[in-house]
């Protein structure tokens, strides 16, 4: 319990930092849908002109986008984006900063197994990505009402804003996996930018391309709002997707952090 209330100080500034960047986001780019909306045949003749190869990529689908809840999948896109950065930090961080700072020997000292510095870490880790999502989507609820004219489903939005959790628990498994696997990595910030934004591109050229093979490849794809908003579910194939990905890279970093050497300094 003391190791999980330490870590979860020690991600209390990051945890406010990236909260306040997802919200701003939201808030900046939601607030222009009341400018958009009343100019949206303009603004769609204007689209209808770029090719449907970049319409594809950039997450834009002609037949919501003129709606609050189409709109917001268009700017999800980019929530996306950083909530899986931010996944992937804590991932690779949470492991390999005892190797980075030189204290794991000193921490297998302590009477805790192995499991229960992974376990603690590991929940630290899962709350911080809990309380970013509870606040996150109170803050897109309250934004898409201020800002939409119409009526629209809470169901829906919340069905549409879920996906930011699950995409982050794949990067957060995705980065605590490379983090065993590379210990001794000198600064996870290349590594997880370079692993999520390869996941993004493969994503977009998926979309350009229209190769659902691609799709496979990238989290960022899994869960489409345009097909969330006209089912109100999600796709069984990817939900499964996520959840293997999830469990399978999780087991693996504790077997191989269980079976690990670790070198004294």
Known sequence: MNMYKHELSAYRKSLFGWISALVGISILMMSMFPTFSKDAGAFVALLSNMPDAVLAAMGIHMETITSVLGFYGYIFVYILLGGAIQAMLLGTTILSKEVR???ADFLLTKPVTRQA???SKLL???????????????AACLIT??????????KLLILATLPLFFVQLIFFATG????VIWPKMRTVL????????AFFLIGALGATT????LRLLTPFKYFDTSYIVEHSSYESLYLFITIAWVILATALSYIIYMKRDVHAV
Do not use: C, Q, R
Not at 176 to 179: D, P, Q, R, T, W
Not at 210 to 213: F, I, L, P, R, Y
């Open 145 to 154: 009402a201020l800002v939409s004219e119409s009526a629209f489903s809470l």
């Open 124 to 138: 630290a880790a899962l709350t911080s990505l809990a309380v970013t999502n509870i606040i996150y989507m109170a």
């Open 117 to 119: 510095i992974v376990s």
């Open 210 to 213: 229209g190769d659902d093979k």
């Open 176 to 179: 605590l996996l490379v983090s």
């Open 190 to 197: 290349p590594v997880s930018l370079g692993v999520v934004f």
């Open 101 to 103: 700072d030189k204290t």
